[in-house]
């Protein structure tokens, strides 16, 4: 089985792609860094040391749920190089999709608020402003959300590998 791993700021739209994307093959199960904050890794915070344990910690979720024939989307800012390039090399079959967004345009956005608080001192280490994020040297897709409107987005992911025989879900 295959995850895709979805990387970009917050609220470029990386949940909103996987949500239309799961509308269309439904056996697929997100894995929204929202959701995984809240639970599995409810007892970590936004250092650096605690992001990487995060995602270590999604990894291994994503082999385990491909390795029982269940196709993964994995949704979260993954805001290192270094650990989308460690999700690759670990998991069989992992797709890197960067939802390509300015932080600009995703503070116009700022659907959850978050922005706001951080720019009020609410907030820190909050990727893109007070932490880094690092684009992806390694993306199979790029998906300008700016540009391309979300049902454009989910039909060229869904196209780029639904469709292709060799990486289909």
């Known amino acids: 089985m295959k995850t895709l791993w979805m990387t970009g700021l917050s609220g470029a739209g990386k949940t909103t792609i996987a949500t239309g994307l799961k509308k269309t093959y439904p056996k697929i199960v997100i894995l929204d860094g929202d959701d995984i904050r809240t639970g599995l890794s409810s007892d970590l915070g936004f250092s650096i040391e605690d992001r990487n344990e995060n995602l270590r910690r999604l990894i291994e979720v994503c082999k385990l749920l491909n390795k029982n024939d269940i196709p993964v989307i994995a949704s979260f800012i993954s805001p290192f190089d270094e ?3 460690r999700a690759k090399k670990e ?26 608080k951080v720019r009020n001192g609410e907030i820190e280490n909050f990727t893109g402003i007070t932490s880094p994020f690092e684009e992806p040297t390694n993306a199979d897709l790029i998906l300008d959300t ?15 590998f639904f469709e292709n025989k060799d990486w289909s879900i």
């Open 83 to 85: 650990m989308r390039v």
């Open 91 to 116: 998991i069989p079959l992992c797709k890197i999709i960067y939802v390509k967004t300015s932080l600009e345009e995703c503070e116009n956005r700022d659907v959850k608020g978050l922005y706001k």
């Open 146 to 160: 700016e540009t391309t409107s979300i049902n454009e987005c989910v039909t060229k992911t869904y196209k780029a």
